[in-house]
Protein backbone atom coordinates (compact mmCIF):
# COMPACT_ATOMS: atom_id res chain seq x y z
CA UNK A 1 0.00 0.00 0.00
CA UNK A 2 1.22 3.28 -1.68
CA UNK A 3 1.16 5.99 1.39
CA UNK A 4 0.69 9.59 0.53
CA UNK A 5 0.73 12.81 2.63
CA UNK A 6 -0.94 15.83 1.71
CA UNK A 7 -0.77 19.20 2.58
CA UNK A 8 -3.94 21.31 2.48
CA UNK A 9 -5.96 18.22 3.02
CA UNK A 10 -8.93 20.41 3.76
CA UNK A 11 -8.96 22.51 0.88
CA UNK A 12 -10.38 22.30 -2.29
CA UNK A 13 -7.99 20.28 -4.20
CA UNK A 14 -6.96 18.61 -0.78
CA UNK A 15 -10.25 16.74 -0.63
CA UNK A 16 -10.62 15.90 -4.04
CA UNK A 17 -7.08 14.02 -4.10
CA UNK A 18 -7.74 12.03 -1.42
CA UNK A 19 -10.57 10.82 -2.19
CA UNK A 20 -8.66 9.93 -5.56
CA UNK A 21 -5.60 8.24 -3.45
CA UNK A 22 -8.52 6.18 -1.73
CA UNK A 23 -10.14 4.74 -4.47
CA UNK A 24 -6.63 4.09 -5.66
CA UNK A 25 -6.00 1.83 -2.31
CA UNK A 26 -3.99 4.78 -0.83
CA UNK A 27 -2.83 5.07 2.82
CA UNK A 28 -3.28 8.77 2.89
CA UNK A 29 -1.96 11.35 5.30
CA UNK A 30 -3.23 14.61 5.46
CA UNK A 31 -1.35 17.94 7.32
CA UNK A 32 -3.48 19.91 8.99
CA UNK A 33 -2.29 23.40 11.13
CA UNK A 34 -3.39 23.66 14.86
CA UNK A 35 -6.41 25.78 15.13
CA UNK A 36 -9.05 26.51 17.57
CA UNK A 37 -12.00 26.21 15.22
CA UNK A 38 -11.30 22.88 12.83
CA UNK A 39 -12.62 23.23 9.10
CA UNK A 40 -12.77 19.72 8.10
CA UNK A 41 -16.27 20.00 6.08
CA UNK A 42 -14.91 19.22 3.12
CA UNK A 43 -13.36 16.09 3.97
CA UNK A 44 -15.77 15.15 6.78
CA UNK A 45 -17.24 12.65 4.64
CA UNK A 46 -13.99 10.77 4.69
CA UNK A 47 -12.56 12.29 7.62
CA UNK A 48 -12.83 8.36 9.01
CA UNK A 49 -10.37 6.81 6.15
CA UNK A 50 -7.14 9.22 6.22
CA UNK A 51 -4.69 9.89 9.23
CA UNK A 52 -4.93 13.64 9.74
CA UNK A 53 -1.73 14.68 11.66
CA UNK A 54 -0.47 18.15 13.11
CA UNK A 55 2.35 20.19 11.79
CA UNK A 56 2.89 23.77 10.18
CA UNK A 57 4.56 25.03 6.59
CA UNK A 58 6.03 28.08 8.92
CA UNK A 59 7.81 25.29 11.45
CA UNK A 60 10.85 22.96 9.16
CA UNK A 61 10.95 20.86 12.55
CA UNK A 62 7.51 19.99 12.60
CA UNK A 63 7.79 18.88 9.04
CA UNK A 64 10.51 16.65 9.73
CA UNK A 65 8.98 15.10 12.37
CA UNK A 66 5.83 14.36 10.23
CA UNK A 67 8.23 13.18 7.26
CA UNK A 68 9.74 10.83 10.08
CA UNK A 69 6.60 9.94 11.06
CA UNK A 70 4.63 9.24 7.59
CA UNK A 71 7.59 7.90 5.78
CA UNK A 72 5.63 9.01 2.40
CA UNK A 73 5.94 7.36 -1.05
CA UNK A 74 4.08 10.74 -2.61
CA UNK A 75 3.89 13.84 -1.02
CA UNK A 76 1.86 16.62 -2.71
CA UNK A 77 2.05 20.01 -1.60
CA UNK A 78 -1.09 21.83 -1.76
CA UNK A 79 -1.30 24.05 1.13
CA UNK A 80 -0.68 27.79 0.91
CA UNK A 81 -1.93 31.30 1.39
CA UNK A 82 -4.40 30.44 -2.02
CA UNK A 83 -6.65 33.76 -2.23
CA UNK A 84 -4.86 36.46 -4.39
CA UNK A 85 -6.98 39.49 -3.16
CA UNK A 86 -5.81 38.80 0.15
CA UNK A 87 -1.97 38.73 -0.89
CA UNK A 88 -2.02 42.18 -1.02
CA UNK A 89 -3.02 42.70 2.80
CA UNK A 90 -1.04 40.27 3.69
CA UNK A 91 2.34 39.89 1.27
CA UNK A 92 4.77 38.72 4.28
CA UNK A 93 2.28 36.04 5.50
CA UNK A 94 1.86 35.31 2.00
CA UNK A 95 5.30 34.94 1.28
CA UNK A 96 5.94 32.67 4.26
CA UNK A 97 3.35 30.49 3.80
CA UNK A 98 3.45 29.92 -0.39
CA UNK A 99 7.03 30.65 -0.94
CA UNK A 100 9.63 29.48 1.70
CA UNK A 101 7.05 27.05 3.57
CA UNK A 102 7.81 25.27 -0.12
CA UNK A 103 11.64 25.86 0.98
CA UNK A 104 10.97 23.69 4.50
CA UNK A 105 9.00 20.88 2.98
CA UNK A 106 11.48 20.18 0.36
CA UNK A 107 14.40 20.43 2.89
CA UNK A 108 12.22 18.12 5.37
CA UNK A 109 12.06 15.47 2.38
CA UNK A 110 15.66 15.50 1.25
CA UNK A 111 16.63 15.04 5.12
CA UNK A 112 13.78 11.95 5.73
CA UNK A 113 13.08 10.77 2.91
CA UNK A 114 14.74 11.34 -0.26
CA UNK A 115 13.54 9.04 -2.51
CA UNK A 116 9.77 10.14 -2.54
CA UNK A 117 7.88 11.67 -5.52
CA UNK A 118 6.65 15.51 -4.84
CA UNK A 119 4.34 17.69 -6.62
CA UNK A 120 4.09 21.45 -6.19
CA UNK A 121 1.03 23.26 -6.68
CA UNK A 122 2.04 25.86 -8.96
CA UNK A 123 -0.30 28.55 -10.48
CA UNK A 124 -1.13 30.40 -13.58
CA UNK A 125 -0.78 33.36 -11.75
CA UNK A 126 2.25 33.26 -11.95
CA UNK A 127 2.30 34.22 -15.76
CA UNK A 128 0.54 37.16 -14.50
CA UNK A 129 0.99 40.19 -17.63
CA UNK A 130 1.16 37.07 -20.17
CA UNK A 131 4.12 37.33 -23.07
CA UNK A 132 2.50 34.72 -24.79
CA UNK A 133 -0.82 33.14 -25.69
CA UNK A 134 -1.49 30.83 -24.57
CA UNK A 135 0.53 29.94 -22.07
CA UNK A 136 2.96 26.90 -22.12
CA UNK A 137 5.45 25.32 -19.84
CA UNK A 138 7.67 27.66 -21.45
CA UNK A 139 6.15 30.71 -20.92
CA UNK A 140 8.26 33.60 -19.05
CA UNK A 141 6.31 34.68 -15.64
CA UNK A 142 5.26 38.48 -14.98
CA UNK A 143 3.10 37.66 -11.55
CA UNK A 144 1.03 40.48 -10.96
CA UNK A 145 0.12 39.89 -7.20
CA UNK A 146 2.12 38.92 -3.70
CA UNK A 147 1.05 35.32 -3.91
CA UNK A 148 1.78 35.20 -7.71
CA UNK A 149 5.65 36.33 -6.79
CA UNK A 150 5.43 33.81 -4.55
CA UNK A 151 3.92 30.76 -6.16
CA UNK A 152 6.60 31.73 -9.17
CA UNK A 153 9.17 30.76 -6.13
CA UNK A 154 8.03 27.76 -5.09
CA UNK A 155 8.13 26.29 -8.37
CA UNK A 156 11.89 27.61 -9.33
CA UNK A 157 12.97 25.96 -5.74
CA UNK A 158 11.29 23.02 -6.30
CA UNK A 159 13.19 23.10 -9.67
CA UNK A 160 16.33 23.97 -8.15
CA UNK A 161 15.70 21.15 -5.80
CA UNK A 162 15.17 18.43 -8.05
CA UNK A 163 18.28 19.36 -10.54
CA UNK A 164 20.61 20.29 -7.09
CA UNK A 165 19.53 17.06 -4.99
CA UNK A 166 17.68 14.97 -7.69
CA UNK A 167 14.71 14.81 -5.87
CA UNK A 168 12.14 13.33 -7.55
CA UNK A 169 10.45 16.79 -7.55
CA UNK A 170 7.52 18.27 -10.47
CA UNK A 171 5.17 21.23 -10.19
CA UNK A 172 1.95 20.90 -12.14
CA UNK A 173 1.29 24.61 -13.42
CA UNK A 174 -2.62 24.33 -12.70
CA UNK A 175 -5.07 27.24 -14.54
CA UNK A 176 -8.24 28.32 -12.92
CA UNK A 177 -10.05 25.17 -11.46
CA UNK A 178 -13.46 25.28 -9.34
CA UNK A 179 -16.07 23.32 -7.65
CA UNK A 180 -18.88 23.14 -5.30
CA UNK A 181 -15.85 22.96 -2.70
CA UNK A 182 -14.56 26.25 -4.17
CA UNK A 183 -14.49 28.94 -0.92
CA UNK A 184 -16.68 31.49 -0.80
CA UNK A 185 -14.57 34.53 -1.31
CA UNK A 186 -13.33 32.91 -5.03
CA UNK A 187 -14.99 34.95 -7.55
CA UNK A 188 -16.89 31.62 -9.10
CA UNK A 189 -17.99 30.91 -5.72
CA UNK A 190 -18.91 34.20 -5.37
CA UNK A 191 -20.91 34.26 -8.19
CA UNK A 192 -22.49 30.68 -8.08
CA UNK A 193 -23.58 31.58 -4.40
CA UNK A 194 -24.66 34.79 -5.24
CA UNK A 195 -27.30 33.62 -8.04
CA UNK A 196 -28.96 31.12 -6.21
CA UNK A 197 -29.23 33.15 -2.93
CA UNK A 198 -31.40 36.22 -5.41
CA UNK A 199 -33.17 33.25 -6.71
CA UNK A 200 -34.32 31.92 -3.45
CA UNK A 201 -35.03 35.79 -2.39
CA UNK A 202 -32.31 35.51 -0.03
CA UNK A 203 -30.42 38.57 -1.88
CA UNK A 204 -31.28 41.24 -4.20
CA UNK A 205 -27.88 41.94 -6.01
CA UNK A 206 -24.09 41.11 -6.68
CA UNK A 207 -21.33 43.21 -6.16
CA UNK A 208 -18.55 42.71 -8.59
CA UNK A 209 -15.48 43.95 -9.62
CA UNK A 210 -13.71 43.53 -13.36
CA UNK A 211 -16.26 41.73 -15.43
CA UNK A 212 -14.19 41.51 -18.38
CA UNK A 213 -11.07 39.27 -16.62
CA UNK A 214 -10.70 36.47 -18.56
CA UNK A 215 -9.51 32.74 -17.19
CA UNK A 216 -9.30 29.58 -18.35
CA UNK A 217 -11.52 27.68 -15.68
CA UNK A 218 -11.97 23.65 -15.20
CA UNK A 219 -12.67 21.52 -12.24
CA UNK A 220 -10.84 20.53 -9.61
CA UNK A 221 -12.06 16.90 -9.57
CA UNK A 222 -10.27 16.48 -13.24
CA UNK A 223 -7.43 18.49 -12.17
CA UNK A 224 -5.86 16.54 -9.24
CA UNK A 225 -6.20 13.62 -12.12
CA UNK A 226 -3.30 15.20 -13.78
CA UNK A 227 -1.40 15.21 -10.35
CA UNK A 228 -1.65 12.52 -9.67
CA UNK A 229 -0.54 11.07 -13.27
CA UNK A 230 2.80 13.32 -12.69
CA UNK A 231 3.83 11.17 -9.74
CA UNK A 232 3.39 8.13 -11.85
CA UNK A 233 6.20 9.06 -14.36
CA UNK A 234 9.87 7.67 -14.71
CA UNK A 235 11.15 11.20 -14.63
CA UNK A 236 9.72 14.16 -13.31
CA UNK A 237 8.83 17.14 -15.47
CA UNK A 238 6.58 20.42 -14.97
CA UNK A 239 3.01 20.69 -16.70
CA UNK A 240 0.54 23.16 -17.90
CA UNK A 241 -3.13 22.20 -16.49
CA UNK A 242 -5.56 23.73 -18.51
CA UNK A 243 -8.75 23.05 -20.64
CA UNK A 244 -7.54 25.39 -23.29
CA UNK A 245 -10.48 27.64 -23.57
CA UNK A 246 -11.06 30.89 -21.73
CA UNK A 247 -13.82 32.59 -20.38
CA UNK A 248 -14.51 36.30 -19.22
CA UNK A 249 -16.21 36.61 -15.71
CA UNK A 250 -18.41 37.94 -17.01
CA UNK A 251 -20.02 35.04 -19.35
CA UNK A 252 -19.40 33.15 -15.86
CA UNK A 253 -22.15 35.26 -14.48
CA UNK A 254 -24.54 35.26 -17.35
CA UNK A 255 -24.00 31.15 -17.00
CA UNK A 256 -25.14 31.18 -13.86
CA UNK A 257 -27.85 33.61 -13.57
CA UNK A 258 -29.16 31.55 -16.79
CA UNK A 259 -29.43 28.72 -15.02
CA UNK A 260 -31.81 30.25 -12.45
CA UNK A 261 -34.01 31.87 -15.28
CA UNK A 262 -32.90 34.94 -14.29
CA UNK A 263 -31.48 38.71 -15.85
CA UNK A 264 -27.40 39.01 -14.25
CA UNK A 265 -28.01 42.80 -15.26
CA UNK A 266 -30.81 43.49 -13.02
CA UNK A 267 -29.06 42.21 -9.87
CA UNK A 268 -25.10 42.32 -10.59
CA UNK A 269 -23.56 45.98 -9.46
CA UNK A 270 -20.13 46.97 -10.38
CA UNK A 271 -18.18 47.98 -7.49
CA UNK A 272 -14.77 49.36 -7.14
CA UNK A 273 -13.61 47.97 -3.89
CA UNK A 274 -13.47 44.57 -5.44
CA UNK A 275 -10.96 45.92 -8.41
CA UNK A 276 -7.39 44.55 -7.78
CA UNK A 277 -4.06 47.28 -7.37
CA UNK A 278 -2.86 44.90 -10.31
CA UNK A 279 -5.28 42.79 -12.55
CA UNK A 280 -4.60 39.74 -14.56
CA UNK A 281 -6.32 40.35 -17.61
CA UNK A 282 -6.08 37.15 -19.61
CA UNK A 283 -5.25 33.31 -18.59
CA UNK A 284 -5.00 30.90 -21.23
CA UNK A 285 -3.19 27.85 -20.70
CA UNK A 286 -2.15 24.88 -23.43
CA UNK A 287 -2.65 21.39 -22.10
CA UNK A 288 -0.85 19.79 -25.04
CA UNK A 289 2.26 18.53 -23.09
CA UNK A 290 -0.16 17.13 -20.39
CA UNK A 291 -2.27 15.49 -22.97
CA UNK A 292 0.74 14.03 -24.46
CA UNK A 293 2.93 12.29 -21.53
CA UNK A 294 0.26 11.68 -18.97
CA UNK A 295 -2.46 11.18 -21.27
CA UNK A 296 -4.81 13.54 -19.25
CA UNK A 297 -7.47 15.71 -20.61
CA UNK A 298 -10.02 17.44 -18.80
CA UNK A 299 -13.91 15.53 -18.50
CA UNK A 300 -16.24 18.70 -17.46
CA UNK A 301 -16.56 22.12 -19.89
CA UNK A 302 -17.29 25.42 -18.51
CA UNK A 303 -21.20 25.74 -18.54
CA UNK A 304 -21.29 21.85 -16.68
CA UNK A 305 -18.84 23.21 -14.26
CA UNK A 306 -21.08 26.27 -13.71
CA UNK A 307 -24.46 24.53 -13.78
CA UNK A 308 -22.88 21.89 -11.08
CA UNK A 309 -21.68 25.07 -8.52
CA UNK A 310 -25.23 26.89 -8.80
CA UNK A 311 -27.24 23.31 -8.55
CA UNK A 312 -25.05 22.84 -5.53
CA UNK A 313 -25.45 26.25 -3.92
CA UNK A 314 -29.03 25.90 -4.32
CA UNK A 315 -29.36 22.83 -2.80
CA UNK A 316 -27.22 24.25 0.26
CA UNK A 317 -29.29 26.95 0.66
CA UNK A 318 -32.53 25.13 0.46
CA UNK A 319 -31.62 23.10 3.02
CA UNK A 320 -30.62 25.92 5.62
CA UNK A 321 -33.55 27.50 4.93
CA UNK A 322 -34.93 24.06 5.36
CA UNK A 323 -33.63 24.18 9.16
CA UNK A 324 -30.71 21.63 7.45
CA UNK A 325 -27.52 22.05 7.04
CA UNK A 326 -24.89 20.05 4.35
CA UNK A 327 -21.47 20.79 3.73
CA UNK A 328 -20.02 23.67 1.42
Known amino acids: MKRALITGVTGQDGSYLAELLLDKGYKVYGMVRRSSTE ?84 SSEMFGKVRTVPQHEDTPFYPRSPYGVAKAFGHYITVNYRESYELFATSGILFNHESPRRGMEFVTRKVTNGAAAIKLGLANELRMGNLDAQRDWGFAGDYVEAMWRMLQQDTPDDFVVATGVTHSVRDLVVHAFAHVGLD ?58 AGRVIAG
Open 264 to 321: WEQYVKIDPAFIRPAEVDLLLGDPSKAERVLGWKPQTDFESLVQMMVDADLARLEAIQ
Open 39 to 122: TFSRIAHIKDKIALLQADLLDELSLIKLMEQVQPDEIYNLAAMSFVPTSWDQPILTSEFTATGVVRILEAMRRVCPKAKFYQAS
